[in-house]
């Protein structure tokens, strides 16, 4: 009978294109990838941000899982229970890290940071909860996405001057071309030059 229950419950998925399938994960990407973006350009305002993701975390993570989990036996109320714990639990945190005690210590830009790092975690292990691949994926690349933004606010300014100076080279070589050619041939300067 369990047999008969999981391969009806795998219909449903099997039959539904790969972006239908994937899209709880692709959404829990984007939301990350905006609060990331969110983050870099406004740090100090974007806690109310991941704290009003921690419960969007949670409903994905419940929704994508619930047809993956057996009927009967309590698995889906488990599966509840144990990522409103989870999520909560992250959420808890994360109310500690803005404590006021502990934001003298850090700075606005470490916090975010910190936040973003518990996110993934959090990610990561909802999908070892859960045995999904997609979670534990969507963990790795936020993770991997904290030591990226550092790397290029760090680098914004490097490649500020380098296109600055590609920039002055070119309109100079612009420049010195149209004058070269804006002369008759048989001036002396455009000899000389």
Known sequence: MSETQSSGAAQPLQGKSFVARELPYILLLVLAVVGIAYTSVSPDSSAAYWKV????????????????????????????????????????????????GVQTTLTSVLSAQII??????????????????????????????????????????????????????????????RRAAAKPPGSPSASSG
């Open 53 to 100: 993701l921690a419960p969007v975390f949670a409903i994905v993570c419940i929704v994508s899982q619930w047809p993956r989990v057996p009927a009967g036996g309590g698995a889906k109320t488990r599966l509840i229970i144990v990522q409103l714990v989870h999520w909560g639990a992250f959420l808890f945190t994360i109310l500690l890290v803005f404590l006021p």
């Open 116 to 177: 973003l790092y518990l996110l993934a975690l959090s990610t990561f292990l909802a999908g070892l909860y859960n045995v999904s691949w997609q979670l534990i994926a969507v963990g790795v690349l936020m993770a991997l996405s904290v030591p990226a933004i550092a790397y290029l606010e760090r680098s914004v300014l490097v490649v500020v001057v380098i296109a600055a100076a590609v920039v002055l080279v070119i309109v100079a070589y612009v420049f010195q071309r």
